[in-house]
């Protein structure tokens, strides 16, 4: 029988949900880096078979969003279906899996529920969950439904765009959010392996959405990030939808680097419950640190993607100024009114980052009435010279890496995720930060204090 060639291919595309993306990007971008798998079925005594993959194919990053699939086949006319499924080496998105949570709820409903609120129960919920088997959908993004079948060539399906009502899963709300999600993540894995290789996210990152844990009431279930499987999940149930929430959906990607970058400890179910409670004072350091850390870091990754400040709620017009906060706000906004309190709260670890990270401190007062540290009109005497210990942004990162120490790089720990711990860290691994540097951190951060950065940073020239 004669053999002819069969050559299908088309685009995939999805429609911005996020404003920051269409800001950015534009309404519409092309998509990249997951499968695509291509089937066809013939005719056989007038019944359509079963649908046969002829290939799974990837869509590189500078394809404009094109797949394509050449066979030689018989010249039969045929049937095509294209599906799509959200997984590479880097990224996967599992949906909702229903029917696998209603077992396990049902498994634990009564002993949970029974003791929930203690962190023996919750760290083996945490492991539970851990193991629950979940799969990445196929998203079926076009198929032939009638007429004869397509003859043999080049069948060009033209742009499949995830879209408000457009067809089949194109047009699906889930399957449009997971394409959605799936640009906004690819970009932060770019951002942070254009960093460097260290910097990079160094396993798959797993996410769930939508994520609705049968076990918890809807009104106090957050969505979390996961640190026994690294697998972030995003919530939708009757009561929220994180989803619309960019802030949390950057915030949680940034508790995963945290993860994939320090040591992995046990005891750390605290985060299935922190986000109902992120405004109080920890008892634990390393709480508040990881919430501060996961905080500032989606406010750097935003400011990165979309060359804009993010604003204090969502479509808010409060900007979040990348600078600390001044003594005064850290009591009045936060009731932290020494350094120890600073240390166990999360937006006093926003502000510790923001401290290490500015330039020219020496420019700025500490003092006064305001959120931010403002500029001081008065210049330094000339007769002086003045530090400038701020750390990059990769400096930052740098200290869940290694510790300075020759030889294996060491991670950062649990027990250093302190003030002092992490300042002990600058001062071994970033040059301009230095014995001066960490005092001067120590006294700016102080709500008792008074001190001001040229003080503290500047001495004579001579
Ligand atoms: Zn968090």
């Known amino acids: 029988m004669a053999q002819v060639g069969w ?37 056989v005594a007038q019944v359509w078979g079963n649908w046969k993959t002829w290939d799974n194919v990837i869509i590189n990053e500078d394809d404009e969003g094109g797949f394509q699939v050449s066979k030689i086949k018989s010249h039969h006319k045929r049937r095509f279906r294209v599906q799509v499924q959200f997984k590479s080496a880097d990224l996967v998105i599992f949906g909702a899996n229903r029917s696998l949570l209603q077992q396990v709820s049902r498994a634990l409903r009564l002993r ?24 990445a959908d196929w998203h079926t993004i076009h198929v032939d439904r009638t007429g004869n079948g397509r003859r043999a060539g080049v069948i060009d399906l033209g742009d499949l765009t995830f879209e408000t009502n457009a067809p089949d899963d194109l047009g699906d709300r889930i399957a449009h959010r997971q394409a959605e999600l799936w640009f906004l993540y690819s970009r932060v894995i770019a951002l942070f392996k254009s960093l460097g290789p260290e910097y990079r996210f160094n396993k798959k990152i797993a996410v769930k959405y939508p994520h609705n844990n049968p076990l918890l009431g809807d009104r106090i279930e957050a969505s979390y990030a996961n640190p026994e499987n690294h697998m972030i999940y995003i919530v939708e149930n009757s009561a929220v939808d994180d989803y619309a929430r960019i802030d949390y959906v950057l915030h949680e990607m940034m508790h995963i680097w945290a993860y994939q970058h320090s040591r992995r400890e046990k005891g750390m179910a605290w985060q299935l419950i922190i ?69 166990r709260h999360d937006w006093g670890w926003v502000s510790i980052l923001n401290l290490l990270t500015t330039p020219n401190l020496v420019n700025y007062t500490f003092n006064g009435a ?51 711990g992490v300042l002990e860290r600058a001062v071994a691994v970033v040059p301009q930060f230095d014995r001066t540097a960490q005092t001067a951190v120590l006294s700016l951060l102080d709500p008792a204090a008074t001190t001001m950065p040229r003080d503290l940073l500047c001495r004579p020239s001579r």
Not at 374 to 382: G, S
Request: net charge positive; with cysteine; charged share 25%.
């Open 275 to 343: 986000h109902g409670d992120t405004h109080n004072l920890q008892n634990r350091t390393w709480v508040a640190f990881h919430e501060g850390f996961a905080e500032w870091a989606y406010h750097q990754v935003y400011r990165r993607l979309f060359g804009r400040n993010p604003t204090i709620s969502a479509g808010g017009t409060t900007d979040i100024e990348p600078r600390p906060y001044k003594r005064s706000h850290l009591t009045s906004a936060y009731g932290l009114s020494n350094l120890e309190q600073v240390d």
């Open 370 to 420: 305001g959120r931010h540290i403002a500029r001081t009109r008065a210049r330094p005497n000339r007769a002086t010279i003045c530090d400038d210990p701020a750390l990059s942004f990769t400096d930052l990162l740098r200290l869940f890496l290694t510790d300075g120490r020759p030889g294996a790089a060491r991670q950062l720990r649990r027990s250093e995720m302190h003030l002092s």
């Open 112 to 135: 949970v529920l029974r003791s929930l609120g203690t962190e023996l129960v919750l760290d083996q919920l945490l492991q539970h969950f851990t193991r629950l088997p979940y799969q």
């Open 7 to 43: 050559t299908l291919r088309g685009r995939i595309l999805v429609e911005h949900l996020f404003q920051e993306l269409t800001d950015t990007y534009g309404a519409i971008s092309p998509l990249a880096g997951f499968r695509v798998r291509v089937q066809a079925r013939e005719r």
